[in-house]
């Protein structure tokens, strides 16, 4: 009995070792062979939480704030870490600047991801975030944003605004993340790595009910966000308001260059719209607003548009007469009231006539430059007519038309320069100078920005060259901004040649012609004026202009749409900032009265837009 | 093999102190204050006052340790023979304490099985163990008692299925199993080693039948016993003959009759056992019975499973089918198991240090001064302090076995024994339960989880053990 009690005694002791040995084992396992829980305990209570930025500000060229940053607060809610025992909803949402009833759906949408946090309302002031600290809404917690702020309310389709991310772009780039705000459009969308600075992290330890409990490894492993770069912009933002305001009521673009560099002055794009009305709780109403405005507030028109540039394309193909040498400056043309070429006409208004190339300049002759440019394509060194065109093509490219000018403005379009193979397909290869002569005078299929336009105007005013238009001088923390930007680029035409064309254009301004409205004492102001027939309605009044004839400081462009005569409202409106910009005064108060009171009948966008609300009205139903 | 029975004492000291075994009490007092440390640990919060604020947890503990000191104290100073006078009234204490707690007791957990005083609880289940293995030790050491015996196994079995009943009725179920640890005492005693063979085949059913479908259990167990019984008569084509003949005749009663195939192999199943047991009986080979006893058996018991387990509380539900993995949940009833693995697994080689224990220090792990403080130590002082921590349960229960053997007389021994088991049994439950290897059954880590009758139920547990060891060589005669 004693020996089989000792027996069992061995067998049991061997139990309880071999019970031991199981759970040194499995600890074993678990603590030292195995990483997976040393990360899930890390997971568990250290939460990462991006820090956010502030994006960088813009100034205008005289160190005038165009955008600011201001800090505003997103406020989530996790719905688990709201009391049980409710709070006082009227309070809150007082304090949020929502209606109780908004409160509550946001809080019915937290609750169906209870640990997640919700977005409750962003765009909370800074005022309002103390206030919502000391109320100790637990279960609410804020997230630091900034929002732009537009002190001049200027410049909505130049600057472009911020917008959180679409799922798109989040896919696209690994920068983003959703919940992140992203440029959209104008300065915003072209400079935003530089703007949007470099998101930090910071890992926060937290208990399992939620509540902070200081930094992860004393913040070693934080990343501190970084600012975005500060933007010094060429725009001129008192010029830039006083062309908004100028052109109020008008469609249409303004655009102007300082010639010896490239920076541009102002550009307007009209109907504009206040760039404030993209931020904030309201942006998505205004947003849509807009959209449904068949005026188009949000297509940058100085860009994009592709507008015949009227006669102010006369210069062009003046000068490439000149430099192709089927043209002498003293060359007389006779004009009787047009230009006839077989059975058809080319009309031009009253004036002397023969004249010649600085006179036609100055009078805009449409049979002047008609006869300059058929002797030009029909140049029999060419061979044939299509050659003619190919060489006239490569010329007018040279002068920035028919392609990107390559500047920092996002979105620019290319306008449009017909080539020999769109009249072959056009015509089935059977046409002949005839057909293309309207070209001569900026109408036809030519299509321009207003930018290239103004270019234009810098070329000029140059003599030959201009510098890629630019919107961004200067950029916070670097020396230089992009090379293109500092290069010379020519055209094809010797800077001589220049010498007419701009006495033609202070001839059209100070002596007789198109532009005298453009006339400022001392200032000798050079311009033309252009007329751009256009199958929708009214003339579009256009206009360029630089000033003074010799060192000019500014190049503008002027384009009206549908304002009849380019001296009936273009002339007036660029003469006015020339003024102002030359001057820093306006000596002409019942001029700007006159620009301010003229407002072109709109008939086609007033039809469109009340269709398209009957449309919207119908489909509502 | 006499000669290595070897476990005598060497020391001989008459006096009472002299007498302790002082190694167990070494290890008593090393758990007891990793506990207090542990607990320190998880409780000491600098906002609810100063380090001596008896607002502190671990500062109520220490009281209660001090309290189970003086217990102790007294314990070793009653004279032995009192033990084995008051195991009846004891037992009959505990029992009335049980049902006083069934009926009046305060509900804590679903659990209907404690009394409060004023801010103190006491849980009379945890008194009820010693009582137990008194009364256990005083049956079963009656001169005339033999475990072989059915009416005395019967006996025993009552000692312990009364309180366990009552336990049971009060929702308390874990507690209650700590009573199966007497299987442990009952083994060393001499029951025979087949009745652990078919209850160890009952916990593996009943933890299988929740996995499998009882199609797929059946199919396995008639493959494994016909397969066991071909290697132990090495007829292994007629076995395989036996199986397919079964296989094919269940497969065409599932196709010729409405019964399903379930119930066809099970009607199959039925019939061979019959017709085996009858030709095993007349052919003299009773060693094929028992396999087909065991198969009949599992045939009762897993459809008795189902509806067993549809009687089962939710929790408790939920807590067998987390368990055996059916249930896959780390919010609901896995989420305390599920971080306290992280905790103790995070805790690498040498642990993150005192007080410095994140998923601690934060409150991932739930109850973690109560039931689930290894936690403490496996987080903060690594595998290490496990290690530590484990053989020195290990060593204590060893100690406890050790001295019971060396007890002269059965009441001692068995008393010892009983105490092993116990101490056994909580910390496999417990420390399993908190590494995911066994289910969580709501039962205390003893002398280190917070809690006063907890810690003086043990204490008084082990001190009655160590009195009764200090009394060998003492010349009382026993009564």
Known sequence: MQDKGYIRYRILRLVVMFVGAVLLIRLFSMQILSDEYDARATSNIVRAEIEYPMRGEVLDRRGEYLVKSRVCYDVMVIYRELPKEGFDTTRLATILEITPEKLASQLNKASKSPRAPILVAGYLSQENKLLLDEGGFSGFHTRFRTAREYPRK??????????????????????????????????????????????????????????????????????????????????????????????????????????????????????????????GRQRNNNYAAMMHNMRQPQFNRAVKAKYPPGSTFKLVQGLIGLQEGVLRTSDRYPCNGGFSYGTRKMGCHPHNSPIDFREAVAQSCNAYFCY???????????????????????????????????????????????????????????????????????????GCTPLQMANLAAIVANRGYYYTPHIIKHIEGRDSIDARFYQRNYTMVDSTNFVPVVEGMWRSVNVSGTSRRAYLEGLDVCGKTGTAENPNGKDHSTFLSFAPKDNPRIAISVYVEHGGFGSAIAVPIASLIEELYLTDTIMRPQLVEEVLNFTPNYYQYDKKQQRYDADRAKSKK | MISDYNISRR??????????????????????????????????????????????????????????????????????????????????????????????????????????????????????????ALMMARVMSDYSFNIKRLPDLIKVGAVILLPLGIIVLQNDTGSGLVLGAFLFVFYREGLSKYIYFPALFTVVLFVISFIFTPLTIFIALLVLFTLYNALKTGEVVGHFRFLCGVFLASLFLALVTPMSGYAALMTVCGIAAVVLAVLAIKTRTMMLLWPIAMFVYAMLFVPTTDVLFSHLEEHQKNRILTFVGLVDDPRGVGYNVNQ???????????????????????????????????????????????????????????????????IKEPFGRIYCYSVAAILLLHVLVNIGMTIGVMPVMGIPLPLMSYGGSSLVAFTLLIMIAIRLDASTNENDIYI
């Not at chain 2, 642990?351 to 903060?380: L, N, S």
Request: negative net charge; contains cysteine; charged residues 20%.
């Open chain 1, 154 to 279: 200027i410049g909505g389709n130049l600057l472009g605004y911020v917008s959180e991310v679409t799922p798109e772009q989040v896919s696209r780039w690994e920068y983003y993340e959703v919940g992140d705000y992203i440029g959209v459009g104008g300065v915003e969308s072209a400079y935003e790595t530089e703007l949007r600075g470099e998101k930090g992290v910071s890992y926060r330890m937290y208990d399992s009910y939620g509540a902070l409990q200081g930094a992860y490894k004393d913040g070693a492993d934080d990343i501190l966000p970084v600012k975005g770069a500060q933007l010094t912009s060429t725009i001129d933002a008192r010029l830039q308001e006083f062309a908004e305001e100028l052109m109020v009521g008008k469609i249409g673009a303004v655009v102007a260059i300082e010639p010896s560099t490239g920076e541009i002055l102002v550009m307007v794009s009209s109907p504009t719209y206040d760039p404030d009305l993209m931020v």
């Open chain 1, 372 to 446: 300059v440019f058929r002797d030009m394509i029909t140049n029999a060194k060419y061979g044939n007519i299509k050659e003619g065109v190919r060489v006239w093509n490569e010329y007018v490219y040279s002068f920035g038309f028919g392609r990107q000018l390559g500047t920092d403005l996002y979105g620019e379009g290319a306008g449009y320069v017909p080539t020999p193979e769109f009249y072959d397909r056009g015509y089935n290869g059977r046409w002949n100078w005839g057909t293309v002569i309207s070209c001569a005078i900026g109408q036809g299929e030519m």
């Open chain 2, 11 to 132: 020391n001989t000291s008459t006096s009472l102190f002299g007498a302790v075994d002082k190694v167990a009490l070494a290890l008593y007092v090393t758990i007891v204050l990793i506990g207090v440390m542990c607990i320190t640990s998880a409780s000491y919060d600098p906002e609810k006052g100063g380090i001596f604020s008896l607002s502190h947890n671990y500062m109520k503990q220490i009281i209660w340790v001090s309290i189970s000191w003086i217990m102790a104290t007294v314990v070793l100073l009653l004279d032995r023979r009192l033990f084995h006078m008051f195991a009846y009234p004891a037992y009959a204490l505990g029992i009335l304490a049980l049902l006083a707690a069934l009926f009046f007791g305060r509900e804590v957990n679903g659990a209907k099985a404690w009394f409060e005083f004023g801010s103190v609880r006491i849980q009379p289940v945890e008194f009820v163990k010693i009582a137990t």
């Open chain 2, 340 to 406: 306290s693995e992280i905790a103790i697994g995070s805790g690498g080689m040498w642990g993150k240090g005192f007080m410095e224990g994140t998923q601690i220090k934060y409150d991932y792990v739930p109850e973690k001064h109560t039931d689930f403080i290894f936690c403490i130590v496996g987080e903060e002082w690594g595998f290490f302090g496990c290690t530590v921590v484990v053989l020195l349960y290990v060593s204590l229960i060893l100690r406890l076995m050790r001295m019971g053997e060396r």
